[in-house]
Nanobody, 125 residues
Framework: HVQLVESGGGSVQPGGRLTLSCVAS????????MGWFRQGPGKEREAFAT???????KYADFVEGRFTISRDNAKNTLYLQMTSLQPEDTATYYC????????????????????WGQGTQVTVS
């Protein structure tokens, strides 16, 4: 069983930036597709960024150009750099690893992810 632990959340003013980290309990190179999701108040959880083991990234339109997903396989760590944060980005942010391999590594296929972290809160106000 894979454990994912997020950190780096907090409170920031609009226009600010934060970087989230997610450490995996097993070698992340074996977690070929990882992603970031978020769940805002009263909203469903949504996928917005993915990265495969080769570093190919994909983003949902609403974060494109503002958020950057990256990974350091040597450190078993996934990152999310967030800039130009807005109040609507307020949410609990989760990292996840894909467990179903019939899907491409993309935020379009959230159903492919089966390992989840506990989440870290980001508040923009």
């Amino acid at each position: 069983h894979v454990q994912l632990v997020e950190s780096g959340g907090g409170s920031v003013q609009p226009g600010g930036r934060l970087t989230l980290s997610c450490v995996a309990s097993q070698r992340s190179i074996t977690l070929d597709c990882m992603g970031w999701f978020r769940q805002g108040p009263g909203k469903e959880r949504e996928a917005f960024a993915t990265i495969d083991r080769d570093g190919i990234t994909k983003y949902a339109d609403f974060v494109e150009g503002r958020f950057t997903i990256s990974r350091d396989n040597a450190k078993n760590t996934l990152y999310l750099q967030m800039t130009s944060l807005q109040p609507e980005d307020t949410a609990t942010y989760y990292c996840a690893a894909r467990t179903k391999f019939g899907y491409s590594c993309s935020p379009r296929y959230p159903m492919a992810f089966g390992y989840w972290g506990q989440g870290t809160q980001v508040t923009v106000s």
